[in-house]
């Protein structure tokens, strides 16, 4: 997926882990999602793979 991004989200995602590729498993999270009658669209697991896992701000939540 082509990201668009400007150079401050990015920073914060590499700070968080992120990198250009990162591709992690979310099938425990689809079968939630599908299990619950949420279809998963195709554009959100290229979105889940990039991010899940990764904790963001300052909060140290994971998304």
Excluded at 17 to 22: K, L, M, S
Excluded at 27 to 41: N, S, T
């Amino acid at each position: 997926m082509n990201w668009e991004m400007d150079a401050e989200m990015k920073a914060g995602l590499r700070e968080a882990g992120w990198f250009e590729g990162r591709v992690v498993s979310i099938d425990a999270a689809c079968e939630v999602l599908m299990r619950d009658g949420i279809e998963v669209h195709h554009v959100a697991v290229e979105v889940m793979r990039a991010l899940n896992g990764l904790s963001l701000g300052s909060g140290g939540r994971s998304c």
